[in-house]
């Protein structure tokens, strides 16, 4: 009975071939994602020791302007990302990085598709420490680069997975006089749905 079912699977795959992705030129798509954040400052706010890596998620919208080109509006957030000082829990980080970006995909017509891009990022959060006090994190900006791969299942239907480096300027913690440092790397993997027409802008 598997057997059956894989090997219809496989050929219903054989059958319609590479054109599935059939490029993005003109359409829409919405992502949707999940994954880590992983600081790349120990000390991610001035005077603690160690920030953990966190649970991201999030998604956004992507358009084709050509074959090769599109351009994508990312938001992630990352909403525990535990400090410590001397190894003790001082207090969690929440943060948001809202990014504007393009993308060079490869070998757009083909089921498997990967891309190379770079944009704009503005960066946002709060931190809450263990005495119950909430300091907003400033708005800061940066950009991006990034790796990925998109797998067509069907023309309108892509599995993605995405390494980001985010590079950005510290910030202010609230009233604390202290900063932060949002550099991170964020991967994720997530699901795309493209609408089948072709759109004009």
């Known amino acids: 009975m598997f057997k059956t079912i894989f090997l219809t699977v496989a ?11 059939d490029g993005m030129d003109g359409r829409f798509g919405v992502t949707l994602k999940a994954g880590a954040l992983v600081p790349l400052k ?3 706010i001035e005077a603690t020791s160690e920030t953990k890596n ?6 956004g919208l992507i358009y084709g302007f050509s074959r090769h080109l599109a351009g994508e509006l990312d938001v992630t957030h990352a909403a525990s990302l535990g400090v410590r000082q001397s190894g003790v829990k001082v207090g969690e980080v929440s943060m948001t990085d809202i990014a504007l970006g393009l993308q ?14 770079a944009g704009v990022d503005v960066i946002t959060g709060e931190l809450d420490n263990n005495n119950g006090d909430k300091f907003d994190l400033s708005w800061t900006v940066g950009g991006h680069v990034n790796v990925g791969i998109d797998y067509f299942i069907t023309r309108g239907i892509a599995l ?10 510290k910030g202010d913690v609230g009233s604390s006089r202290l900063d ?3 550099r991170c790397v964020i991967g994720t993997i997530g699901l795309r ?3 089948p027409e072709h759109l004009a802008l």
């Open 160 to 169: 993605s997975a995405d390494i980001r480096g985010v590079y950005a300027a």
């Open 11 to 21: 050929a219903l795959f054989l059958a319609v071939g590479p054109a599935l992705a």
């Open 193 to 195: 749905l493209f609408l």
């Open 180 to 182: 932060y440092d949002p």
């Open 104 to 117: 060079y995909r490869l070998t757009p017509d083909s089921r498997l598709v990967p891309y190379i891009g």
């Open 54 to 59: 966190g649970l991201a998620y999030g998604g």
């Open 42 to 44: 120990d000390a991610f």
